[in-house]
């Protein structure tokens, strides 16, 4: 069997399209490293879609921390602790079981006339409750980065705003938000990356693979189970993992040259990387 | 247990659930909490150890050997942990066992690797074949927490390698100056002087560390989520004490203690670095100095 036919039966196999079984013998390496980029499409999409809808709770929820009224920032900071301070692999079982104990059929919503029927089913599903977990947990981890930039906004840059007779949601909008991006960008970049390295867990938790389509890491353990060989598989997947770690940061990177272009070019923050985050 | 309880079906209410919870196996879970906290207590200094040789080897003048650990700590950047500590626990156990191997069945002359499996000659296996199950486990706890050690000490050796680069140059040279050796400057000015630079980064991998320790169940060790699930699934009237499903209420207590972990550790790092700032030249310090 050629390469080119595997990559063919194989290259989508974790979104359910191609061949319906897994390879049992003579696995080959482009086996292996077809498998395995098939499902880091589902790292990809994980990693990608809880990064966006994240980034737009991270940035409520980090002004609600550094909001005066007490109704705001208590919640925000219980939300911020909870999912900073216990382990995303904890949280996933957790709910897991809790779509799990909803009630199968759904529930029903009177609506005066009609009655709604909310599905509950799909909750229980990876490619849904474990992007709600990455979603909220990503955002705690980011709010709490936005909230330290919201802090040390400098104060010579609230003052030129005041100077210029802005206040209000127009001083956030032009002055206060964007020094915070800018600020917070080196630590969100690391945070992107680890949001990423935190993805190879969801099938390794409660959630089960629905049909063997997993991610890479689910392939990569398959792989390695079966041939009671970890020195292939493994390294494959750290390859896929370092390359997507490159893009993440050159993407990054262009961000972080446009949120600092109007800096000297002396003065411009890097992105450096550093090891921070296992959830 | 105890003898109110030798016949649970006559229960209900609170004594019901006192006796639930002091059943054989629940002892087993609330001893799985202690396989946690040994686990930190085993794979700190380890991982600690594990980083101090790896800062040094980045800083070694020899090429390779600085190479090694550069390469060392990079590794952790750009790879999911999880991929090494399912990585490390089956290469450590087949690299012990060939190391064996080579060592008690030199004669051996079927090649180690038949396909897809792995086979070692009986005496090379790890524990041996008719070791008892305490061996096994012991065995399969040890591989967890040398994979543990070398996964963090990737992390320590960033931390450490950082906090040595950024003891101010000066004090190293004025202590050449005074014609001490090298190893005299690293032992003498570099190391009492590098932890505070540390500290921060240290505090942070406790953390990580602490969260990291469900992996545990990954790597086949019985520990607190594996009874969390065995105890919390659904028990039909075949057994003692049925009940429902009610693995959330395990885990959500799972989720508490975790969360006081980390709460006190923050609360102790707090105090440490405290006390760890008072007197030093940085901005801490002087605010500890000057109450205003």
Same mark, same amino acid.
């Given at each position: 069997?050629?390469?080119?036919?595997?990559?063919?039966?194989?290259?989508?196999?974790?979104?359910?399209?191609?061949? +319906?079984?897994?390879?049992?013998?003579?696995?080959?390496?482009?086996?292996?490293?077809?498998?395995?980029?098939?499902?880091?499409?589902?790292?990809?999409?994980?990693?990608?879609?809880?990064?966006?809808?994240?980034?737009?709770?991270?940035?409520?929820?980090?002004?609600?921390?550094?909001?005066?009224?007490?109704?705001?920032?208590?919640?925000?900071?219980?939300?911020?602790?909870?999912?900073?301070?216990?382990?995303?692999?904890?949280?996933?079982?957790?709910?897991?079981?809790?779509?799990?104990?909803?009630?199968?059929?759904?529930?029903?919503?009177?609506?005066?006339?009609?009655?709604?029927?909310?599905?509950?089913?799909?909750?229980?599903?990876?490619?849904?409750?474990?992007?709600?977990?990455?979603?909220?947990?990503?955002?705690?981890?980011?709010?709490?980065?936005? =909230?330290?930039?919201?802090?040390?906004?400098?104060?010579?840059?609230?003052?030129?705003?005041?100077?210029?007779?802005?206040?209000?949601?127009?001083?956030?909008?032009?002055?206060?938000?964007?020094?915070?991006?800018?600020?917070?960008?080196?630590?969100?970049?690391?945070?992107?990356?680890?949001?990423?390295?935190?993805?190879?867990?969801?099938?390794?938790?409660?959630?089960?693979?629905?049909?063997? +389509?997993?991610?890479?890491?689910?392939?990569?353990?398959?792989?390695?189970?079966?041939?009671?060989?970890?020195?292939?598989?493994?390294?494959?997947?750290?390859?896929? =993992?370092?390359?997507?770690?490159?893009?993440?940061?050159?993407?990054?990177?262009?961000?972080?040259?446009?949120?600092?272009?109007?800096?000297?070019?002396?003065?411009?923050?890097?992105?450096?990387?550093?090891?921070?985050?296992?959830? | 247990?105890?003898?109110?309880?030798?016949?649970?079906?006559?229960?209900?209410?609170?004594?019901?659930?006192?006796?639930?919870?002091?059943?054989?196996?629940?002892?087993?879970?609330?001893?799985?909490?202690?396989?946690?906290?040994?686990?930190?207590?085993?794979?700190?200094?380890?991982?600690?150890?594990?980083?101090?040789?790896?800062? #040094?080897?980045?800083?070694?003048?020899?090429?390779?050997?600085?190479?090694?650990?550069?390469? @060392?700590?990079? #590794?952790?950047?750009?790879?999911?942990?999880? *991929?090494?500590?399912?990585?490390? *626990?089956?290469?450590?156990?087949?690299?012990?066992?060939? #190391?064996?191997?080579?060592?008690?069945?030199?004669?051996?002359?079927?090649?180690?690797?038949?396909?897809?499996?792995?086979? *070692?000659?009986?005496?090379?296996?790890?524990?041996?074949?008719?070791?008892?199950?305490?061996?096994?486990?012991?065995?399969?706890?040890?591989?967890?927490?040398?994979?543990?050690?070398?996964?963090?000490?990737?992390?320590?050796?960033?931390?450490?390698?950082?906090?040595?680069?950024?003891?101010?140059?000066?004090? &190293?040279?004025?202590?050449?100056?005074?014609?001490?050796?090298?190893?005299?400057?690293?032992?003498?000015?570099?190391?009492?002087?590098?932890?505070?630079?540390?500290?921060?980064?240290?505090?942070? &991998?406790?953390?990580?560390?602490?969260?990291?320790?469900?992996?545990?169940?990954?790597?086949?060790?019985?520990?607190?989520?594996?009874?969390?699930?065995?105890?919390?699934?659904?028990?039909?009237?075949?057994?003692? @004490?049925?009940?429902?499903?009610?693995?959330?209420?395990?885990?959500?207590? &799972?989720?508490?203690?975790?969360?006081?972990?980390?709460?006190?550790?923050? *609360?102790?790092?707090?105090?440490?670095?405290?006390? &760890?700032?008072?007197?030093?030249?940085?901005?801490?310090?002087?605010?500890?100095?000057?109450?205003?």
């Amino acid at each position: 069997m050629s390469c080119l036919q595997i990559i063919g039966d194989y290259a989508f196999r974790s979104l359910g399209y191609g061949e +319906r079984l897994l390879p049992r013998s003579d696995f080959t390496l482009c086996h292996q490293v077809t498998l395995i980029g098939s499902g880091l499409i589902w790292n990809i999409y994980f990693g990608a879609l809880a990064l966006i809808a994240g980034f737009f709770l991270a940035n409520a929820v980090a002004l609600a921390r550094a909001s005066r009224s007490l109704w705001l920032r208590k919640p925000a900071e219980w939300f911020i602790f909870v999912f900073r301070g216990s382990p995303l692999f904890i949280q996933f079982f957790l709910f897991y079981e809790a779509f799990v104990l909803l009630p199968r059929a759904g529930f029903d919503i009177p609506l005066g006339l009609v009655t709604l029927t909310v599905e509950t089913d799909w909750l229980t599903r990876a490619w849904a409750g474990a992007l709600i977990v990455l979603f909220l947990n990503t955002a705690a981890y980011s709010a709490e980065i936005f =909230f330290g930039a919201l802090q040390s906004v400098p104060r010579g840059d609230i003052d030129a705003a005041d100077a210029f007779g802005l206040s209000g949601w127009a001083r956030f909008r032009r002055v206060l938000w964007p020094t915070m991006l800018r600020l917070a960008w080196p630590a969100y970049t690391n945070e992107a990356i680890f949001l990423f390295h935190a993805t190879t867990l969801v099938f390794f938790s409660g959630f089960p693979a629905f049909q063997q +389509r997993g991610d890479a890491l689910y392939y990569a353990n398959y792989f390695a189970d079966k041939t009671f060989n970890p020195f292939i598989p493994y390294p494959i997947v750290a390859v896929y =993992f370092i390359l997507l770690t490159l893009l993440l940061t050159w993407a990054f990177g262009r961000v972080n040259a446009r949120l600092n272009r109007h800096l000297p070019s002396n003065l411009r923050p890097g992105i450096r990387l550093r090891p921070q985050l296992i959830r | 247990m105890f003898s109110a309880c030798s016949d649970p079906s006559s229960l209900d209410g609170l004594a019901w659930l006192g006796c639930y919870l002091t059943t054989g196996k629940h002892i087993d879970f609330y001893w799985s909490f202690l396989t946690v906290l040994i686990l930190l207590a085993v794979t700190a200094p380890a991982a600690l150890a594990f980083g101090f040789g790896g800062a #040094m080897a980045a800083r070694s003048p020899v090429l390779p050997l600085r190479l090694v650990g550069k390469g @060392y700590a990079a #590794m952790v950047r750009g790879i999911p942990d999880i *991929v090494f500590f399912l990585f490390f *626990v089956i290469a450590l156990d087949q690299g012990l066992e060939w #190391m064996l191997h080579q060592v008690r069945c030199p004669d051996w002359t079927d090649p180690v690797r038949q396909g897809l499996e792995f086979r *070692v000659c009986p005496e090379a296996k790890i524990p041996s074949g008719n070791a008892a199950q305490i061996w096994h486990r012991l065995y399969g706890f040890g591989l967890a927490v040398v994979t543990f050690a070398i996964v963090f000490g990737a992390f320590a050796a960033n931390v450490l390698y950082g906090a040595m680069q950024a003891v101010p140059k000066a004090q &190293l040279e004025t202590g050449e100056s005074f014609g001490m050796t090298q190893r005299q400057v690293f032992h003498r000015i570099l190391v009492p002087q590098m932890w505070v630079y540390a500290l921060p980064g240290l505090s942070n &991998l406790w953390m990580i560390l602490i969260k990291a320790t469900p992996l545990l169940f990954l790597l086949g060790v019985q520990d607190i989520v594996y009874w969390a699930r065995e105890l919390g699934g659904s028990k039909t009237s075949a057994f003692d @004490y049925p009940h429902p499903d009610w693995r959330l209420y395990y885990f959500l207590g &799972l989720l508490v203690f975790y969360l006081c972990m980390t709460r006190v550790s923050e *609360v102790l790092l707090g105090r440490l670095t405290q006390r &760890l700032t008072r007197g030093q030249a940085t901005l801490a310090g002087d605010a500890q100095r000057k109450p205003a």
